[in-house]
């Protein structure tokens, strides 16, 4: 946190702005550094407040309480793992003020090395782009069809355009947007809530935008990494993608996203098993997708 804080002091907005802290109850002593007056003697802003929460209310609803909170025309939403780059603020103000209609803007993540950090993905998944990647058919695709096609780790992340899904971990959004749609659904405590929040902006008819040119550092899964294992927090993301589509997609794309997934779960398990290689993770999101498959027919039949 306190580097992040340090880093908006560094490459500070052209505009006033305040700093708004949610602590979503942290153990760790951060919090007795977040009440002195060092925070907004680092930051270099006129307001600064500190939200204390009681317990860990998740992700989205921590961020709602900035949106109450604060009173510009802009949010920048900063993970407290994350560092803003030289003019990262500035470039992605000066991309909003250039449409109206975008609703939010994404910069190029990093990681501490510098290298790419995947941030702009295909929303909501689809069952055919699982199939192309998982049995990589995109080996059959011009090349540069592929990226346009997938996203993810098939774009280099290198020029500006409009996305259906940016990463929580580094947006500027508009307050009108947010007053339009609404902020985050606290029904999603972690993981899914930006998934969620991105397809409501665009069916609500804003422009989600990526801008390469600004620039921040994430250092990825910090704080998930303190809470749960690998295994545990593959569970709860894999959770949390079902709980997104349940909500977001039909039935009809919810069903073909578990086949399809089962397919490829079910092939890499095999795979796995005579390699003689570990796979306690395919054989858990394999029994997730089973599993949720049957509560699907279950649900089914009752209707």
Not at 2 to 7: C, L, Q, T, V, Y
Not at 90 to 95: A, D, E, G, I, Q
Not at 226 to 236: A, P
Not at 282 to 292: A, D, P
């Amino acid at each position: 946190m306190r580097r992040a804080i340090e880093s908006i002091g560094a490459y500070p907005p052209a505009m006033r702005y305040e700093l708004v802290v949610v602590d979503n109850a942290s153990s760790d002593d951060s919090i007795r550094w977040l009440r002195s007056d060092e925070p907004q003697r680092f930051a270099g802003t006129e307001k600064y407040l500190l939200i204390e929460n009681k317990a860990n209310v998740g992700f989205g609803a921590a961020n709602n309480q900035g949106f109450a909170a604060a009173s510009a025309p802009f949010f920048f939403l900063l993970n407290a793992d994350a560092e803003l780059g030289a003019d990262a603020c500035n470039k992605l103000v000066s991309t909003m003020d250039s449409d109206p209609k975008i609703g939010a803007c994404g910069p190029r993540l990093v990681y501490p090395d510098g290298s790419l950090q995947i941030s702009v993905w295909r929303n909501p998944p689809t069952a055919w782009a699982t199939l192309i990647s998982g049995l990589r058919l995109y080996k059959f695709l011009p090349s540069g069809l592929i990226g346009e096609l997938l996203l993810a780790e098939f774009w280099p992340h290198d020029r500006r355009r409009d996305v259906n899904m940016l990463s929580g971990a580094a947006i500027l959004a508009r307050r009108e947007m947010i007053e339009a749609v609404g902020g985050f659904d606290s029904r999603f405590h972690m993981y899914g809530e930006d998934n969620e929040w991105c397809l409501r902006i665009r069916r609500g008819g804003w422009r989600l935008v990526f801008d390469p040119d600004a620039v921040v550092m994430h250092h990825g899964g910090k704080s998930s990494r303190q809470r749960w294992d690998t295994l545990e927090q593959m569970r709860i993301q894999t959770e949390a993608s079902f709980r997104f589509q349940k909500h977001c997609l039909s039935g009809t794309q919810f069903f073909n996203n578990l086949v399809s997934n089962i397919v490829l779960l079910w092939a890499q398990f095999q795979i796995r098993r005579l390699k003689g290689t570990p796979a306690d993770d395919v054989r858990l999101n394999l029994h997730l997708h089973l599993s949720e498959l049957r509560s699907f027919f279950g649900r089914s039949e009752a209707q």
